[in-house]
């Protein structure tokens, strides 16, 4: 699941273009179409606003980070008024490292928990677990700075336009 940040008022126009699925190596010939297009063509979405895609975990930091709203609502919305006042705190937030190092995470590739001896369930022999596998990408510096270089970008061309922004 993914949040979008971006501008409901923003001009946008759909264009028919050929369906892209022969470059992703599936077929769409005449008579032998990929499944996906409107016979061989599809909708591209067309607008200059730079919208931007976060998964939902890094949504929620980046709208705590930049004070942009709930950070436990799925959605929100920022009116132009109020875009100044973020842009500020993004300009902050880029200039100090400390407003940022609490969202790096280490990679963490591991068991949930050290060794212990439990009874298996099945054969009631002891044995030992150290639980599920637990995977963390983590999380970088560099990638919250362009996270928020982003949403920068985003704001800047809504406050530009008098346009309102939501994300969802
Ligand atoms: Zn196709």
Redesign the pocket.
Known sequence: MSVTFWCPEAPREYKRVP????SMG?T?EPGD??????????EEKVTECPEVDLANANARQIVALLQMGDPNEEYGDLKVEDIPSVLRRIMVVLAKDGEREHLVRETFDGRAHEPRMMKDPETGMDRISCGPRVIDMGNTDAQTVRRVTNIRNLLTWAHEQGLDVSWG
């Open positions: 369906c892209d699925a022969p599936l769409c179409r990929c499944g996906y297009c409107d016979d061989g063509w599809m």
